[in-house]
Structure formats: C-alpha cells, structure tokens
C-alpha cells in the first residue's frame, strides 16, 4: 500500500488594475525603482488606506469565474508581522470575511475531469520587492500595494499532475476573465504548494511549503520530487519536518529554506481604517452577468461546433491568444481540423522561431483562412502551401503569391486532355518511341505538358492522363 | 476670527515663551505669508506634532521621527492653507499621543501657563498652552480619550473634539484609529465654529470620513439654552472634589435653567463607569501597537545601525521608543494575541459597545450633556504621573465616552481653583456640533470669561 | 517558557522588535498584575451575545476609490526620508532570512 498524498495550494495574483489595491500609485513592473509610490505606499505615518474600485470589481470576477459565494459587505484586516518589504508593519487583508467562498474549479486529470474545491478568495496587498546582494539588500517599493487575490483551495488534490492541472485551469480562468497577467515567471502569479503524505487519509501527515515556483512545469516536477523525498524518508524512519522548501531546477530536488517553529501568531483584527463596503446587488449582478466566456465553456464549444479532438481544443483554448486567433481564422473557413493543425503546428513554430506569441501574432486570420482553404480543396499542395505560409507571414496575399508563383494546379480533366492531346499531336515522333518501349518519351512528353501548362498543371493527374491517351494512340 | 499677533509675530512669541512653556518642538523660523484670502487670512495657526506639514519637520514627539519631514500634507493643512492660515509652530504632545500629560515628550514637559509648575495635560499640551497663552487664536489637537478637552481645560482654553468623521485624519499620524478625533483649541466659541467649518468636511483619503454636509457653524451661531434639555451628568459631578470648583458647577447649571434651559439629571451605572479607561486602555493600546509598526527606521525615520536589517529595526525602536510606549506596545501586542483576543481586545470591544448603548441612552432623556471635564485642577508635573494600566478613577476618564461613542465633546473654561483653571464638559449626539456651539455660546455668555494666564505671550 | 516571566517578556518585545532592559521588565511585570486583574473585571460583565464594536459608528459605506492614477510621489520625495538610499533603492543590510 502506498501513501496518499494530500494537496492543497494557495494562489497570489496580482490583479489587472491600473492603481493599487489602497492608493492611486500605477501598478506597473518593470518600472524604473520606487518611481510608482505614494505615501500610503510606503507607510509613511498618517496615511489611511482607500480601497480601489476596480481591484473589487476583478475579485468579484474572479469569484464569479470559480463559482464561490460573493459576500455583498466587504471587511478588512491586518495581519501584524515585521519584515523589511512589508512597509506598514502589518499587510491589509480579509481574514475573518473572505470576499469569496466555496467554490470550485474543474480540471482535466488522467480519469477525466474532476472538480477542486475553492475554500476562499480573499483580497488583499502585494509586498515591496527585495533584491539581496553580497552588499546588503536593496528595496524596491513599487509592488508595494499592488492588489492581490489570494485563491486557497481545499486539499483536494492528489498527485502532482493534479496539482499542476489545478494551477494551469486557475491561470487559465483568470487570464480568460482579464482579472490578472498570471504570469509566473514575472511574478504576477505565485503558488505556495502544501505536500502532505500519509496511509491514512483522515489524518493528514505532516505538512511541508513549497514556494517561489515560476513556472506550471516546475510545479509539477517540484511536487513530484517532494513526494519522492517524503516517501524516501519515511521509508527509512525518518520525520518528516514542517518547513518551506523551494524548488531548485539543476538538481531537480526541493530544497529547505526554513523550518517552521510553531504558528505564527498574526495578530489578526479588523482594520479600524476602512468602514465595511456595502457592494451594491446590481452592480454585482451586472459584473457576473458579463463575465467573459470560461475556458471550460469553450472547450466543450470547441469540441462541439468544431468537431476538435479533445487534445486540440485544450492546447487552444490553453492559451486565450492562440484559441482567439483560431476563431478568426475560423469565421473565413470550414476546414476546422486543418485549421487547428495550422494554427497549433507551423503558426505556432513560426512565432516562437520568431520570439512571438499569438498575443504579438502579425498574422492576418482572413489570409491564413484562404491558404487552408486552398490547400484543402487541392488547389495547392502542402507541400506549396507551407512556401505560401511564409510569404503570408510576410504580409502577403496567398492568392497572389500563387498566382506569382504560378501555384495554382490544374487539375481539371478537361483542360488537361486538351492539353495532352495537343502536344501528342504535335510530337508523333515520341509517340513512336515510347511505342518501341522507350519509357524516355514519356518524360519528355510529360515535360512538353507542363511546359504548354505554364507548369500549372497538376503532375500526378497529368501523369496519368498521358499514360492514358498513350495507349489510345 | 481675530489674531492678537501676525504669523511672524507670533512665531517670535512663542519662541519667547520656550524656556518657560516648552510648548513648542518646531517653530516656523520666517513665516511667508499666504495670498489665500479666506476666512482664517492671515491667522497664525499651531499644529500639533503629529499633523504632517509639507516640508516641515513632524516628529509627533517621538526619538524615532525626529528627522522626519514630510513629504505630503494632511487634508486638514491643505485646508486651513487654502483658508488663508498661517502655520507657525509644531506643538509638543505626549511620545505618539499615549499620554495625559503632556511630560512624555521627546521634548520634555510642557509648562501650565498659569503655573508652569504644573502640568498641560495631553496628549495636545502644547496646542493647549499655546493658545492659552495667546500666541495664536486656533490650534490644532488631536482627541483619542479627551487628549484635547483635558488639556484645554486644564489650561482654560476652549478644546473641540468634533465627530468621528466630521474632520478628515488624513495625515495625522495616528494613535488609536478607531478613537481618533481631530479637533482644535480657540479662546471663544464663535472661533470655535468658524474653525470647524474650515476644517470639515468629507475627504475620499479618509474611508471613515462622513459625506454629510458641513453646516455654516459660525453664520448660524445662535448663544441659546432655551427649550434644550441638558443632562447633568451626575455620576460625575457627584465626585468633584474642590468645594470651588463644586459650588461654581452647581451655579452654572442654575443659570443655565434661568436662562431657558430644561435640567434633568442623568446617571450611569458606576459598574460600567469602572470598565471607560480599561477598556479605553485595551482598545487604544493594541491599535497603537500595529498603527506604529511602520516605525521601523527603514523608509524614514532615525535608523540605528545594526548588522542585520533586524537588528536595525529592534536598534531604533528601541531607541527610538520611550520606556512607556515600549511598555504600552507589549500591553496592546498582548491584548492581540489569538490566545488572548477572546478575553481583552475582543472583550474590550464588546463592552465598548455596553458602555456606548448606556451612553446613547442617556441621550434619551436630554439634547446635551453637561460634566465636569475635570474633578480637580492640573496637578503638579512632578507629581503626575501616566498609569500605565489598571483602573483609574472614571471621574477623570469619562470623557472617553464620546470616544467610543464618536460623539462632539468639547470643554471650556468655567473657573480657577487656586489660580489654576477648571473646565466643563458638553456633549451631543453624533453630528448635531451647531447645537453643542448653540449651547457654549450661551454658557460663554453666562460665565463671561475673563481670566488671563500668568505667561501671556507679549 | 514561563508566563510574565523575564524570558517572556523578552520574547514579546523581540516579537515587536525592540528591546527592554532588565528594570523596564521588571516594571512590565507589575503592569501585568493590573492586566491580568482587568481580565477579572472584565469577565464579571456578561457580553453573551454582544457584538465587538470596531468604530463608532456602524454605517456601512458604499465609497470606492476610482481606479485613477494620483498623488505618486517623486522618486526623491519617496526616498527623502531614507536613512540609506543606494541606486535608487532603500538599502538595509542583508535580510537574514
């Protein structure tokens, strides 16, 4: 018998406003450092927060797009702690009511789709940035402020792949409902994954932290080697210790970055600064109401309307960009499946060659429509559309560039017998060659044909209908 | 409103009343003048330390601020400025408004200016004794548990503590957000109104701040008791000790009936009388402790060094931090723990709300309610003393009641006991300020004022 | 680790990040006996079914901010009043993690 694994993950993103979560300071990264402060920002003394409509507004989407319970009154707390990136001493949250609760999420797992709970979405502050160097350490406070939701799950979870799915259909579900970049590598999304093993599954092993993964891959591969370091361990008798480990790349392992010694004692109490925020019903209602499509909507819409496989309508609807485009290209075409490979094979090849992605795509969706369509009812070849691609890409029209480069096959019977007959008849001397079994005629003869076509005629059909009128003579 | 001196004149005098008051910790060195022309033009105006001005040092009395120059006003500077004000000097306060004193200044004491053997009172003793001793017409104050109403009557000024709400705190480095009141010292009422129409109003950096309208206080300044029903607060007034300051009560609230008035004694149960200042003490000790956890000499500040960006923050805050205050933070810290929540700081809260719903109800029975703001004069600043905890006498921390409750309480001189002032106390329901001035105007006519300080500035 | 003991009181203040000397302890510790007698006091008043009162008044709000840029500060107003700035940041000595 092996050790259940129990996971829960708690998720901070960083929410797609212009100001920050209690003052009017841009919320920006990259920015050039403490150039995006206020005073409330940085905790200077008599500053009072002032909550930010638009962060509400994301949150309650967010809540709406996870399906928890919205609460109309909207409180806060502090969290009371001491630590140099966080400026007032205390970090303003929503302890004791959470502006969403209960919800889930659906996730795709080996036997199929499986629903994680949501226990709460909270809002609250981002903290200012550090940057340690041998010569002491450097704060940035333009995150300082910057709103967040924090989403903490059930520990639903079971394996690392389930993790991962989690994390991905999360990331998915708030970049489709514009709440958040959720970009892990810079930041704007950040998972704290907690790892538990036990063979029984109502008492909950000794939980372990794992922080700073910046990457979807990475949070599977941290999970996975997490387990493997629990089960290593107590298979050879050894306790399991509470910490925090993050995840280090070239040795593939977790690692410990601190033990934790007992809870921690927040000091949690209602923020005295901020009147509770009676969200008006209608407003509310108006945001649910035009959410935005849901990624899960829209796979099984890909899936019906376009006859997708299942592995193509996630890898486009995986990335809103790429599954948009899709659906451009998809309003000048019937070819749905070719459609898909392109868009999922040689567009997406030619982006990433290009250090692009579908949210900086150049293409021209009418125009990558036509080659598919061209392609599909053979007036190119693949082989011909894949050099038509490239000229597209340029900017090209693909009906020109055919036209151009004399692409367009001739396939009509017709007009290739007339063809064919005519050179035979010009050419009674081959005919009497290949006759005497020279085969050399026919290549000869096949050559004239594609010369008097402009070379536009289709080789195979033509080929064949030489060899036909051949054998009449 | 009229000012004995010009803004520079009365920065000069107040500096010619240092060595004697101490009242001041910045005073502007050469005061330009403000071209705004509005109702306070040309009115040299005092702020507590703890009001942030613009480029003008604000240390709210504290080690840890003492090179601390803000970089923003608080509302309330913007709107006296755009009033025509004048600001001239940074009152001294007790260390981050935690005291009743006025001796728990970074600065040291600040003197009584009848006897400046005896102490101002706090946590605005400075803005207190400025104004008594007339260097400006208005300063300002801020009121966590009667920290301007005590002062102003232990110095024999007037002392303001508007709604919770009424004044933005924007600015004002805190000391209990939950309690903290802005308000003001004047030397009459009718400065008093005019005062609180420039300072009020609703202010979107201030969530608690309240959209009501603000009322033309000093236009509509009508001196009347008639028809009003005012509550003797007798739980209180039972305890004066001063035959005096007893006798000089119990005739002012004759006059008051003669001139209109309807008297009708209220009392509370001494029970919950007992639990003002614990459970002022729990409340305001825990807010205190996380609204100065920014103190930390990272961003600004005094920074102590220290071989770890720990050990820099445990470096100035201790240094930084008076023994009282470290003391007060561990108290309010304790107060906080989840272990202990249930039976101080959540308890605290719970009977606040006791106390405020035996409060309301005595308004009930009356428009105002009339106290002693004190049972006895200033003591001796030797022989003060802040408790740091533990019970006090409720007589002398009453007056938090209109903490709790956000409602306007003001005081105002009433007589001198031993050539020190004594006050009274009125207090109405939240918002109703016009009536509360309504009232004062009319017992300002009645006790008719006349007494000057022993230090007057010149 | 003892209650109100000099260790404990230690603790607490390190918590807040400062320090007390050994007779600033010893005078906590008789703050704590009034401290503790409050608790006392406070218990012998029933609260059953009282709420925390958390402001003065319980008017719920509607106010939120707009999402509009404001009141940014310089980046020499907002490191004026730091002790140690060094290319453009604030700078401490390492955090010890």
């Known amino acids: 018998m092996s050790r259940e694994v129990t996971i829960g993950i708690e ?59 919205i609460d109309p009154l909207v409180k806060f707390d502090r969290k009371n702690y001491y630590y140099s990136d966080l400026p007032k001493g205390f970090q303003i949250t929503q302890q004791f009511h959470p502006i969403g609760k209960d919800g889930y999420v659906t996730i795709e797992t080996e036997d199929g789709k499986k629903n994680v709970r949501i226990e709460r979405i909270h809002m ?53 409902l514009n709440v958040s970049d959720v970009k892990m590598e810079e930041g704007s999304m950040r998972c704290d994954i907690n790892i538990s093993l036990s063979y029984d599954p109502e008492k909950l092993g000794t939980k372990v932290e794992i922080k700073n993964l910046n990457s979807i891959a990475n949070v599977q591969k941290a999970v996975q080697a997490e387990i493997e370091r629990q089960n290593a ?48 019903q209608a407003w509310i209602d108006s945001i649910v109401n035009s959410l935005e499509e849901l990624p899960e909507q829209r796979l099984s819409r890909f899936e019906k309307d376009y006859g997708l496989s299942s592995y193509d309508a996630t890898v486009l609807v995986n990335d809103r960009d790429m599954a948009d485009f899709y659906e451009e290209v998809m309003k000048h075409t019937k070819a749905a499946k070719k459609a898909a490979n392109w868009v999922i094979g040689d567009l997406s090849a030619w982006l990433n060659k290009n250090g692009l992605n579908f949210a900086k795509n150049p293409a021209d969706p009418k125009a990558i429509a036509r080659l598919i369509t061209l392609i599909e009812d053979g007036s190119i070849s693949g082989k011909q ?69 402009k070379g536009q005629a289709n080789p195979k059909k033509a080929n064949q209908l030489l060899t036909q009128e051949l054998s009449k003579r | 409103m009229n000012s004995k001196f010009s803004a520079k004149e009365a920065a000069k ?45 604000t240390t709210a009395s504290s080690k840890i601020l003492d090179n601390y120059v803000p970089v923003y006003d608080a509302t309330i500077v913007e709107k006296l400025t755009n ?40 946590s605005s003793g400075g803005s207190a004794a400025l104004t008594a001793a007339e260097t400006v017409p208005l300063a300002i104050g801020t009121d966590t548990g009667d920290s301007i109403r005590k002062p102003a009557a232990y110095c024999g000024v007037i002392g303001v503590k508007p709604t919770y709400g009424r004044i933005s705190r924007y600015g004002i480095i805190p000391y209990a957000s939950s309690l903290d009141t802005v308000g003001f010292f004047t030397r009459n009422i009718p400065d008093a109104a005019l005062a609180l129409e420039v300072l009020a109003g609703r202010d979107d950096h201030d969530m608690t701040s309240s959209f009501l309208p603000v009322p033309n206080y000093a236009e509509d300044l009508k001196p009347s008791v008639e028809g009003k029903n005012i509550g003797v607060f007798r739980t209180v007034s039972d305890r004066i000790v001063r035959p005096e300051m007893k006798e000089a009560f119990e005739k002012l609230v004759k006059d008051l009936e003669a001139a209109g008035a309807k008297i009708v004694d209220v009392t509370m149960d001494e029970k919950l009388m007992n639990l003002i200042a614990p459970v002022y003490k729990t409340i305001a000790n825990a807010e205190a402790t996380a609204n100065h956890s920014n103190l930390d000499g990272i ?39 989840e272990e202990n929540q249930d039976r101080l700081f959540r308890k605290a809260q719970k009977i606040r709300r006791l106390l405020v719903d035996a409060y309301k109800a005595l308004f009930e029975k009356c428009d105002l309610i009339l106290a002693p703001a004190a049972v006895d004069v200033a003591p001796l600043i030797e022989e003060s003393s802040d408790v740091r905890f533990g019970q006090d006498r409720f007589e002398e921390e009453h007056m938090q009641l209109a903490n709790f409750s956000g409602y306007p309480s003001l005081t105002m001189p009433l007589g001198l006991a031993d050539g020190l002032p004594f006050g009274i106390n009125l207090t109405a329901p939240a ?28 | 680790m003892e209650k109100f003991s000099t260790e404990y009181f230690r603790k607490l203040a390190s918590d807040l990040k400062f320090s007390l000397s050994d007779e600033e302890i010893e005078e906590l510790k008789k703050d704590f006996q009034a401290v503790e007698a409050q608790v006392e006091l406070f218990e012998s008043i029933d609260t059953e079914g009282v709420e925390p009162m958390v402001f003065p008044f319980e008017e719920e709000t509607v106010f939120l901010r707009d999402d509009e840029v404001a009141d940014v500060l310089s980046r020499e107003d907002a490191l004026s009043n730091a002790p140690d700035v060094r290319m453009g940041h604030v700078h401490v000595p390492k955090v010890v993690k």
């Open chain 1, 11 to 69: 998720i901070h993103c960083e929410l797609k406003t212009k100001t920050k979560m209690f003052s009017g300071a841009p919320v920006s990264f990259g920015a050039q450092a403490n150039t995006n402060t206020s005073v409330i920002d940085l905790g200077h003394p008599g500053t009072l927060p002032c909550v930010n409509r638009e962060a509400v507004r994301l949150a309650i989407k967010a809540c709406a797009g996870l399906h928890c319970t």
């Open chain 1, 124 to 176: 609250e502050e981002d903290t200012a940035k550090q940057f340690h160097k041998d010569t002491g350490t450097y704060i940035d406070f333009n995150r300082a402020g910057t709103p967040l939701v924090e989403i903490v799950s059930r520990p639903d979870m079971h394996s690392a792949a389930e993790a991962a799915a989690y994390v991905e259909a999360l990331r998915r579900t708030l970049f489709y």
């Open chain 1, 233 to 280: 361990a107590l298979d050879a008798g050894e306790e399991i210790i509470q910490s925090t480990r993050r995840y280090d790349e070239p040795s593939k392992q977790t690692v410990l970055m601190r033990k934790k010694e007992g809870t921690v004692d927040y000091k949690y109490f209602p923020e005295p600064n901020i009147f509770p925020i009676r969200l008006d």
């Open chain 1, 385 to 453: 559309g894949k050099v038509v691609f490239e000229e597209v890409m340029k900017g090209a029209d693909p009906d020109q560039v055919i036209k151009e480069k004399g692409m367009i096959q001739v396939s009509d019977d017709g007009a290739l017998l007339e063809m064919i007959n005519k050179v035979l008849d010009e050419n009674p001397k081959s005919i009497e060659d290949f006759k005497n079994g020279k085969n050399r005629a026919v290549g000869f003869l096949m050559g004239q044909v594609m010369k008097a076509s």
């Open chain 2, 13 to 57: 005098a107040i500096e010619a009343l240092q060595p004697e008051l101490n009242a001041a910790v910045t005073i502007v060195e050469d005061p330009q003048d403000n071209p705004n022309q509005g109702p306070l033009a040309g009115i040299p105006v005092v702020l507590k330390d703890n009001i942030n001005s613009k480029g003008l040092r």
């Open chain 2, 83 to 122: 009033a025509g004000a004048v600001i001239v000097a940074k009152s001294s306060m007790d260390e981050l408004g935690m005291g009743g004193t006025n001796r728990n200044a970074a600065t040291g004491p600040a003197a009584n200016p009848w006897n400046t053997a005896h102490i101002t009172g706090g």
């Open chain 2, 299 to 337: 961003r600004f500040g005094v920074r102590k060094p220290g071989a770890s960006v720990e050990e820099v923050m445990t470096n100035s805050r201790t240094a930084g931090f008076s023994s009282y205050v470290r003391a007060r933070f561990v108290i309010g810290s304790y107060s906080l723990f």
């Open chain 2, 431 to 458: 918002f109703e300020e016009q009536n509360l001035f309504d009232a004062a105007a009319k017992i300002e006519e009645i006790i008719d004022w006349k007494e000057e300080p022993a230090c007057l500035a010149k």
